[in-house]
DNA sequence: GTAAAGTAGTTTATAAAATAAACCAAAATT
DNA sequence: AATTTTGGTTTATTTTATAAACTACTTTAC
């Protein structure tokens, strides 16, 4: 009847960062931060939960003297968010 | 950018039950917690929870000897469930 | 007829998540 | 050189979701 909902990509801010990389396929924090419209606190935990997940790889460099975060969504994280949004379809569909 | 997702149906149980009273306009208790394979806990604290949004009706009876509670989904219901499908569309388009 | 099991839930407790607040180090500004 | 800003992280608090325990019957089995 109703799919499971992977409970990592089930989160407005983490989603949102997925649907990002998705399309951008590379992202720095400020970046990510100004177009979610999140806090850096709640964003630097969620980046943290999708790194752990294996769904996105996190890089710390610097770009001249500040640090740089930037954000990659991985083939795991395509996929599943892909698996989400089928998943999704059977609780929205018409 | 991102619409907000209204929190009260960014749950997967509470999805899952507003998507079934949205097609079937009724169903009782019995009946959703086998659609939606939860306990019946946590059936009964989110049926409180939309029915405290006014986005469902609960009415207790008795079928017989045994309690009846039925559920409808209302008016305001349907807009929130519309607006929250429209909102995922900004996470999940193409 | 009464003990045990089942039905239809509610209430309370616990675990997990999201968010906010506080903090830190370095850089840029006044 | 003191203050503010940038780019974050860590910790604390609040909110959610879920699970466990409980209630009030009813039905079934002895």
Chains 1, 2 share one sequence.
Do not use: W
């Amino acid at each position: 009847m109703f799919k499971e909902l992977d409970p990592l990509l089930h989160s407005q801010l983490r989603l949102a960062i997925m649907s990002l990389l998705l399309s951008l396929d590379s992202a720095d924090f400020t970046f990510l931060k100004e177009k979610t419209d999140s806090t850096a606190g709640n964003l630097s935990v969620q980046l943290d939960k999708l790194s752990e997940a294996g769904y996105i790889n996190v890089e710390k460099s610097f770009k001249g003297k500040k640090p740089l975060t930037t954000c990659k969504i991985t083939k795991k994280g395509i996929k599943a968010f892909e698996d989400y949004v089928h998943s999704l379809k059977s609780y929205i569909k018409p």
